[in-house]
């Protein structure tokens, strides 16, 4: 049965999230995830109220500014590179007049290739031939509780998992595939921990995900890996999946920092 949304819409340009949102880093901060699902879904509702070709959302980039509280914010959309086959639209979200986070969304004509469509990468196994394991073991906050998680834990920072909510990302309002998957992507971060975030940091600036293939249903995959350098930088990398296999990639920076 369907929760809550992460975010409730006041109008055109401004959102409430929910109590779904907090945590995981500060309870009272807003866990980044459905915030970058909401982008992407903002670029695609400008897009359709634009044009009627469907240009897919191939590559989302997002720059995290900084955090941002449990409540009300502000969001924009504006088109930096217009196109008949190919556009770069940038996505910005802010609260107290503040910018938080910028997504840039690189969307592209779709054509049928599917003659050549194929992948060297390798499939994880599927949600059912993995263990749950309950990620509120590790992390704090609503978002966190939301997520149901099934995982093949190798060592700390490597590990195959699938996750999934029923918390939609928007109260009354359809959303995109793309968009949908998006709203838990960020959650690659903390799903495979290579130490004890109560002894160490290691939040991320930015999160990129190209796409060469649209996802579909609710299982969102990831084959992720964590690497931390010895000069407080780190970074966490992912082959994203649906559960008929390999949809693209993911990488979050680190900056790790021991408390």
């Not at 809550?4 to 779904?20: L, N």
């Not at 995981?24 to 980044?32: S, V």
């Not at 240009?55 to 989302?60: D, I, N, Y």
């Not at 600036?205 to 293939?213: K, P, S, V």
Request: charged content about 20%.
């Amino acid at each position: 049965m369907n929760e809550m949304a992460y975010f409730e819409r006041i109008d055109g340009e401004r959102f409430v999230a929910t109590e779904q949102v907090g945590g995981a880093w500060r309870l009272e901060e807003q866990h980044i995830a459905p915030a970058l699902g909401l982008l992407a879904h903002l670029v695609e509702v400008d897009r359709d109220q634009r044009r009627d070709d469907g240009l897919t959302l191939a590559r989302l980039s997002y720059d995290i500014l900084g955090t941002m509280s449990v409540g009300e914010v502000a969001t924009s959309v504006r088109v930096l590179r217009p196109g008949r086959t190919i556009e770069l639209v940038e996505a910005t979200m802010s609260q107290g007049g503040r910018s938080a986070v910028i997504l840039r969304a690189w969307l592209m004509e779709q054509r049928d290739t599917s003659g050549l469509a194929a992948s060297p990468l390798p499939s994880i196994p599927q949600p059912s031939e993995m263990d749950a394991w309950t990620p509120g073991k590790v992390w704090p906050g609503g978002f966190i509780s939301t997520a149901q998680v099934r995982r093949d834990q190798v060592e700390p920072g490597r590990a195959a998992f699938w996750v999934r909510s029923d918390v939609p990302l928007l109260e009354g309002e359809s959303v995109g595939a793309v968009p949908h998957a998006a709203r838990l992507l960020d959650i690659a971060n903390g799903m495979t921990v290579r130490v004890d975030p109560m002894t160490v940091h290691f939040p991320n600036l930015d999160l990129t995900a190209d796409y060469f293939r649209e996802p579909r249903g609710d299982w969102v995959g990831f084959d992720t890996s964590v690497s931390f350098g010895p000069n407080g930088v780190g970074l966490t990398s992912s082959v994203l999946h649906d559960e008929s296999g390999p949809v693209g990639t993911l990488n979050q920076l680190l900056t790790v920092r021991p408390r």
